[in-house]
C-alpha cells in the first residue's frame, strides 16, 4: 500500500511537496497533516485542497503498521492525532515536525558536505596555481629547490693559501681527478710544488669576482688576477668550475687568458694594470647600476650611437633605471697597447629582468692628463 501512495504521490502530486505531505498524512492522518501544516510553517506544507483527486479517508492500522516499520520516519510509531489531549497533540506534531527537519538537514549537510569538499580542494589548487603564476621571480625562485651557493670567501681562501705557499692546504682545493694540462694528478701536484718553490714574496690581487650558478651543486667563477712574485708577475682572467662534493666544494677544471700587453717596460706595465682597475671598477659600477659613476669611465667627447654626448648620456641612464637585476660576465680579455692608447678586446655576456645578449666588445682608452678614459666603444653581437 505504502508502494500504491508514493506511486500515486509521483504520478498525480508530482512535486517534493507532495511527497511529504503524503508521509505526514499516511502517519498521521488529514487531522494531523493539517495540525502540523498550522504548527510549523517552515515546512511550507501546501493545504489538502491544493492536490486534486486526493481521498480524505484514513488509513487502515494495517497500512499504518507498514509505514511504522519503514525507514522514512525512524523516530515516529505513533498517531498524534488518537492522543485525547490537544496539548499533548500539539508537542507530538511540535517533535515529529523537528525531526522530520533535522533528517532532512542531515540528508543536505552530506550531500552539501562532499559537494563543498571537492569544490574546495580544486578551488585551493586553483588558487594555489593562480599564486605561483602571478608570483614575483624572487618569491617563485624562493619556493623553488635552492641550488648549493659557493661562498667568496671560498676563492679568497684558495688565493691565501697561494700566497702563503701552503702546497696542502692549495691543494686540498682541487678535486682529486683535477689535472690541470698534466697527463694526471701526480704529475700537476708535482708542477705546483716546484713552482711555490722556485717563486718568493707571491701577490694575488683579486677583482670582480663573478659566481655564475650552472646547476645545482656546480658553479663558474670569473675573476681579474694580478700575479707577483721576485721573478715573474702576469695578469689576466681566470675561470674556475667548481663542484660540490659531499660537504665541500673542490675545483674541478681551471682555465687561465693572460692579457697579451705588446709593451714590456715597467711603464706600460704600470698603465695596463691602471686600466685593468679601471675596467673592473667600470663593469661593477654598470652592474650596480650606479649611473653617475659609469658615465664618469667616457670622456666627454664620447657619443656612442647618439649625435652627442648629452644624448648617449641620457640614454644610458634611462636604461640603468629600467634594467634590473643586470649581470655582467667577461671572458677572454686582449689587451692591445700604445703610448696614450689601450684597447681592451672581449667576450661579454649581459642578462638583466628586461633583455640579454652575448657578443664582443672592444673599449678603447685614452690618457687624459693623469686619467684614463673611455673614448670609443663598439659592439659585435654573436
Known sequence: MAFLWLLFCLLFMNSCAGLGALVTITAFGVEGYEEVRVHRPDLKLEPLSNYANFSSDRPSDQQLNKIRNTKVLPDFGFDCSKLSDKKKQSKCFNDFSKALAKNERKSLNK????????????????????????????????????????????????????????????????????????????????????????????????????????????????????????????????????EKKGTTWKIIKETWVPANASAKSSSSEAHTKEVIDKFASWLGAWKNRESDSYISFYSNEYKGLKSNHAKWRNNRIRALKTNKNISIRTSNLQIAQNTNRIELNFIQKFNSDKYSDIGIKELIWIKNGSNWEIFKESWISS
Open 111 to 242: 550531500k552539501n558536505i562532499e559537494r563543498i569538499k571537492k569544490k574546495g580542494e580544486t578551488n585551493t589548487l586553483q588558487k594555489i596555481a593562480k599564486a605561483l603564476k602571478e608570483a614575483p621571480t624572487d618569491l617563485v625562485k624562493k619556493l623553488s629547490p635552492t641550488p648549493e651557493s659557493l661562498p667568496v670567501s671560498y676563492i679568497q681562501n684558495w688565493a691565501r693559501a697561494w700566497e702563503k705557499k701552503d702546497v696542502n692546504t692549495y691543494l686540498s682545493f682541487y678535486s682529486k681527478d683535477f689535472k690541470g694540462s698534466k697527463n694526471h694528478r701526480g704529475a700537476w701536484e708535482a708542477s705546483r710544488q716546484r713552482a711555490f718553490k722556485k717563486h718568493k714574496n707571491i701577490s694575488i690581487k683579486l677583482s670582480d669576482i663573478q659566481i655564475e650558478q650552472k646547476s645545482s651543486k656546480k658553479v663558474e667563477v670569473n675573476f681579474f688576477q694580478e700575479y707577483k712574485s721576485d721573478g715573474y708577475r702576469d695578469t689576466g682572467v681566470k675561470e674556475l668550475l667548481v
